[in-house]
């Protein structure tokens, strides 16, 4: 498989892709949208650039090669060799990405110093992977692009982390059925259909149903999960599609906040890790999750003429949670005290979000060649009640000999009755908040090359972004909130073809981040706060090689986030806008094809973080993020013989390298020298996670598979925070065999 192949990535993901001097706007006439699949996919080794999902939309296109930023595609193939079930899968192989956070069923992605909060679905920019969401299946996509760096001009406010763009999957072209079974370790069973036919000439239908059911490898924890889709694509007229879908999401896993560490020694060493089973599970036997999405989307795509095309896309989700658990709050124990106290909790949480992104892409003659212009709109909005109750302390816990607690009456809606404790009587604290965040933005980009070999972008977005907060409970109370006008949010980028395989590219992009006072502080002008804003310096180049089957990449950057918050302690009434920290970064990729059958996925990531200006001196030097690893090296590979007795038989494998981490806060002292507060600190040493794969395609209808993932079962912690809690140990060993059948 080619590295462009079905990679045609949305440009969203893509904050600003140049248009190569050899790439010329294809003069797409107007039979253009009635081509079939598999015309389009023979001239599929040229990927989207603007706001696309896919070619069926018409927009410009450009080969991989010639993106002037860090882009990763995990697709389909690679879902289904390396059993990529959920995006957290997808982006813990992905090269750059570290998954971390304190909720186990609430990771975040840091990408380049700092978390992703920019999501889209097929281009268009929405709030729906926000809390209440629950970590999508992969089961509704293709593929899934990273945009490593701010993202910004297509998606609006944001960490200058990057982007995740999932694409959908869409009706095929011919009739196919596809379906697969499959089993493995802590009795994890999976199953899939997916069927695609043509509703004649006007278009198509596809339509699938997914389930899940398995164990984990801690105490008590079990996942639950059903999944549907439905997909329609008709032709109006040879210019039109009208495109929509409906999916359906229920999720039950168990929930907690991982383990805690040990504390530091009062003479200031530090905390360390525990070393105790893996299986060791500190919430509740009660302990439970549910969530339901429903997704529905609408999409018109129409083309004006040959050079220019225009596209409407909406979206709608509605998500139901509730959260029941216990777990420990941030408190270290000891390495002869295991025990610590347990917080019971219940939550209900309703959210809507709407997005909505209008584009039109074209091209147009200048300096004797093509050149290409994107302009949009586009609106996000989200409403969401949370309502939630609480016991603090309303039990303990022994960390080396876990007995789970019995569930209290919890009430979110009202009072409930007073619990006893360890300590005494515990009384519920509740409360309810309507939460609603909207933003939209004008957006534009132009490629533009004045000689061949030489493309020049620019770019640029005004964005409009408000959020309100209402108490509901224990009484209404007053709408606060704040609001960021008109903040634009610049691209600029270059791309020089030394020759036609070989590239230099460097780009520029920003990105801001709404903020708020806290309670009771205002600025020392008395100004609003100003967002923090990030800004990226990118260099770098790119190879094709083997005929553009194997794209090779390096780039280097520098990321720095300014007028971030800092609480005087000093001055109870102000907040001081002086924090700057950056990261400065090298990232190496391979990725496509070396040999007919031989397939790899290989990135190198060199990470440096650091508090450049602060009000605590003690912090300038430190790493901003020190849960993520200085070196990080992460391989997939596969191969399938193509001919002779062993024809079909694939063997593959992959290798994730981290050096050390550590997470928490040193010990303080006093000015005698005493240490006031013992330290947090846990280290995690570096540690290699081996994986392997074997499979067999009997025909082209049916194969067989078998993962085996942490090979020689590394013991290590996949997530650390401090000695507090959020610490959470890697899957031990695992095996997973799969069945594939295809008919036709």
Known sequence: MEFRTGSLLAGVALVALPFGAQAQVRESGADEPSRTQAERQSTSDVVVLGKSFGNEVGKTLTPLKDVPNTVTVVDRERFEQQNLFTLEDALTATNGITVTGVGSEDPSYVSRGFNITNYLVDGVPTLAFNFPAAVPDLFFFDRVEVLRGPAGLFSGAGNPAGSVNLVRKRPLDAARVQASAGYGSYDNKRFEFDASTPLGEIGGIRAGVMAQDQDQFFDIAHRNRLDAYVTTSVKIGDRTTFTTGLTYDRFKPAIQSGLPGILGDLNGSEGQLLDIDRSTYLGADWNRFKSETWTGFAELAHWISNRWALRATALVTNVDRLDVYSYIGSQPVTATNGLTNQIAFRSTSRAQTKAFDFNGVGSFPAFGRDQTLILGFDYQGSNYDSYFARFSNFARIDVYNPVSPPEPPLNEFGPAPVVQGPAGPVTQTYGATNTKVEQYGIYGQMRLSPVEGFTLVGGGRTTWWTTDSTTLLPARGNTTGYSVEGRFTPYAGVVWDVTPQWNLYGSYADSFTPQAA???????????????????????????????????????????????????????????????????????????????????????????????????????????????????????????????????????????????????????????????????????????????????????????????????????????????????????????????????
């Open 518 to 744: 806290p309670a009771n502080r205002v600025r020392p002008d008395g100004r609003p706060i100003d967002p923090q804003i990030g800004a990226q310096w990118e260099v770098g180049s790119k190879l094709g090689l083997f005929g553009d089957k194997l794209l090779l990449s390096a780039a280097a950057y520098q990321n720095t986030q300014t007028n971030r918050l800092f609480n005087d302690p000093n001055e109870p009434t102000l907040v001081l806008q002086i924090g700057k920290v950056r990261a400065r970064g090298v990232e190496a990729e391979a990725n496509g094809q070396i040999l007919p059958g031989w397939r790899i996925n290989a990135g190198y990531t060199y990470t440096e973080t650091k508090y450049l200006e602060d009000a605590n001196a003690s912090f300038e030097g430190l790493p901003l993020v020190p849960i993520v690893p200085k070196h990080m090296g992460k391989l997939f590979t596969n191969y399938e013989v193509q001919g002779g007795a062993l024809r079909g038989f694939s063997l593959g494998g992959g290798l994730t390298v981290f050096s050390s981490t550590w997470g928490g806060n040193p010990a303080v002292r006093n000015a005698a020298g005493a240490v006031t507060t013992r330290s947090t600190i846990v280290r995690q040493p570096s540690y290699i996670v081996a994986d392997l794969r074997a499979g067999y395609r009997i025909n082209e209808r049916l194969s067989l598979s078998v993962n085996v993932n942490n090979l020689f079962d590394e013991n290590y912690y996949a997530r650390i925070a401090s000695a507090g809690r959020g610490n959470y140990y890697g899957s031990p060993r695992t095996v997973f065999g799969t069945i594939r059948i295809t008919y036709p």
